[in-house]
């Protein structure tokens, strides 16, 4: 039996607001999800925040949890370097497809490496395949994209990031913001 939506109720002083959830999810079948990691961000992040590593393998259970995962892209910066590399192949071992773009070091000693246009195309080609996107990052000039996605498609969109590095635009455009927490992160503080 298909269901037209899904329904969640939200007591309010104490009376009971009925909310459209806007998914079409059939009776038995997983709920599909296409997942972003913006590498960059989520690493400074939680490196500033909290002087740790993001777990990508915990990370990856509980968003792919009763899900089926239509698409899965990890955007990173290449370097060139055997750490980066061994990562990079974890990041692939988990489920994750690594698009990498080169590192650039200009004359004037700044650096070049963001992924801004490419993680917007691909969310924009992926979201129509899936009843949830899941945007990992904190970066501000995304909640342009949650806002359209949102718009256009009749999906909810799911936001992880370092909740006191993470733009209050992104965390407000988002269905839901995941703040990334302990239970998150590797290792011990």
């Given amino acids: 039996m298909k269901y037209p939506h899904r329904y969640a109720v939200r007591i309010r002083d104490c009376g009971a607001i009925l909310l459209a959830i806007p998914h079409s999810v059939s009776e038995g079948e997983l709920e599909s999800v296409a997942i972003f990691v913006d590498v960059q961000n989520i690493y400074y992040t939680t490196r500033q925040q909290f002087s740790r590593h993001f777990d990508y393998n915990r990370f990856w259970a509980e968003v792919t949890k009763d899900r089926k995962v239509v698409k899965a892209i990890a955007f990173a910066i290449d370097r060139e370097d055997e750490k980066q590399r061994q990562f990079q192949n974890i990041l692939r071992a988990i489920g994750f497809e690594v698009k990498l773009k080169p590192f650039i070091r200009r004359r004037d000693g700044s650096a070049k490496g963001d992924w801004d246009v490419g993680i917007t195309l691909d969310v924009i080609e992926y979201a129509p395949l899936a009843d949830v996107v899941v945007l990992a990052t ?42 990334i927490k302990e239970s998150l992160l590797l290792g011990i503080k």
């Fill in 138 to 179: 904190g970066d501000g000039d995304f909640d342009l994209l949650v806002h359209k996605i949102r718009e256009r498609h009749t999906l909810s969109v799911e936001v992880y990031g370092v909740e006191e590095l993470s733009a209050g635009g992104l965390v407000r455009a988002a269905n839901r913001f995941i703040p």
